[in-house]
């Protein structure tokens, strides 16, 4: 790669967070495209957090129906959070705290969403994640799904 003066970044998914020491080796630049939205990431950032509050992957089902605002996640209510099964809720969220930890470290972040769509995402995700931001979404409308004409 040295030879070769044509590789200027290494783009990778935040969940290939090991990619980051990659990027580092070869004294490239990452940039993290992330496939869903900006609300999601959040949620993922602060899962960890999340889990030592309770709300998160806990609780029974009435607790999980609760109307009570998520804090630094609003609007989002405890009813909001997806509910993953797993046994092992805090492996699960160290990996996620893995990957915004290196996700903070990016040059750039690409996202598939707009900003008129996550304004206010954006403006909390900016606070923890400075890095320039991209919005190339929504992807749907870039690359519609191939429909096969009926024989």
Request: net charge negative; glycine share 6%; proline share 5%.
């Amino acid at each position: 790669m040295s030879e070769d003066d044509g590789v200027a970044c290494l783009i990778t998914d935040a969940q290939w967070f090991g990619t980051q020491s990659v990027a580092v080796g070869l004294k490239l630049p990452r940039i993290v495209h992330r496939t869903s939205s900006i609300s999601s990431f959040l949620l993922f950032a602060k899962s960890l957090a999340l889990l030592d509050t309770g709300c998160f992957w806990q609780g029974s089902d009435e607790e999980r129906k609760s109307e009570t605002l998520v804090q630094g996640l609003e609007p989002l209510k405890v009813k909001d959070l997806p509910k993953l099964l797993t046994s092992e809720p805090q492996g699960v969220c160290k990996v996620l705290e893995l990957m915004a930890k290196a996700t903070k470290r990016a040059q750039a972040l690409i996202w598939n969403t707009f900003k008129e769509l996550e304004e206010h995402d954006l403006e909390v995700l900016s606070q923890d994640f400075p890095n320039p931001h991209f919005f190339i979404g929504p992807f749907h409308k870039y690359f519609p799904a191939h429909h096969q004409a009926a024989s």
